[in-house]
């Protein structure tokens, strides 16, 4: 699958970056494994999927976001 993708938000895409480059996959790889968590949840070795989708990193994409 292909797919085009622009991260506008400077502060969003240096945590992509910084993640991706921690867990040893490609930018865009983290952003096909985020988006298709739930589907390919049997699929990602478990401590990347935790490391994806832990509380506290969840709250800092909200954070540079700006989300509450």
């Known amino acids: 699958m292909e797919y085009?993708?622009?991260i506008k938000n400077?502060?969003?895409k240096k945590m992509v970056e910084e993640k991706a480059e921690e867990l040893g996959i490609s930018v865009g790889q983290l952003i096909y494994n985020y988006i298709n968590r739930?589907?390919?949840?049997?699929?990602?070795n478990e401590d990347v999927f935790w490391k994806l989708h832990s509380e506290e990193?969840?709250?800092e994409i909200?954070?540079?976001l700006g989300l509450d």
């Open 4 to 6: 085009e993708y622009e």
């Open 10 to 12: 400077e502060k969003l």
């Open 38 to 44: 739930g589907l390919l949840s049997d699929g990602l």
């Open 57 to 59: 990193y969840l709250n």
């Open 62 to 64: 909200n954070e540079a």
